[in-house]
């Protein structure tokens, strides 16, 4: 039982990180709203939002081995393939951020912010509506005796 809680904890505080992740994200994307007609502050501001982004993927690619590895026995079969549906939802999310991202010309960079600000906040919504379902269902699995 030692472990389950131990396991219970571990998730939910990997769900907490993910949120800082996404809350750099924002602020990123919140600086992207401020930029200056000088093309290099673009590029920094571009930058720092892939690495925000970056992070947060690979926390989330982390996380979602983690839970497909402990979550199963804990949640059962059924509930573990809603919880791959969100994730692999997450992932193409992710695809259709990563080539505004990694476009190499600023002024096609910059025509792009508005659909690229649109599929960011839809990420960052729908994981943490994700997480806190998750945490709900952990929750409730931290009070069995």
Same mark, same amino acid.
């Given at each position: ?15 907490? %990180? ?5 809350? #750099? ?10 930029? /200056?007609?000088?093309?290099? %502050? ?8 892939? #690495? ?35 994730? %692999?939802? #997450? ?9 505004a991202l990694n476009d190499n010309n600023i002024d096609h960079f910059l025509s792009q912010?508005? /659909? ?8 960052? #919504? %729908?994981?943490s509506l994700h997480s806190l379902r998750e945490d709900g269902i952990l929750h409730f ?5």
């Open positions: 039982m030692r472990d389950i809680i131990s396991t219970v904890e571990s998730l939910l505080n990997e769900h907490e %990180a993910i949120r800082g992740h996404m809350k #750099q994200v924002r602020e990123s994307v919140n600086n992207l709203e401020s930029l /200056p007609q000088h093309i290099l %502050a673009a590029k920094d501001k571009r930058e720092n939002l892939k #690495q925000a982004i970056g992070y947060l993927e690979d926390g989330l690619r982390t996380h979602h081995r983690h839970e497909d590895a402990v979550m199963p026995q804990l949640v059962g079969e059924l509930i573990m393939q809603a919880i791959r549906l969100e994730h %692999a939802d #997450q992932l193409v999310m992710f695809k259709k951020i990563s080539p912010l508005v /659909p690229l600000k649109t599929n960011i906040e839809n990420l960052c #919504q %729908a994981t699995l931290r009070k069995v005796p």
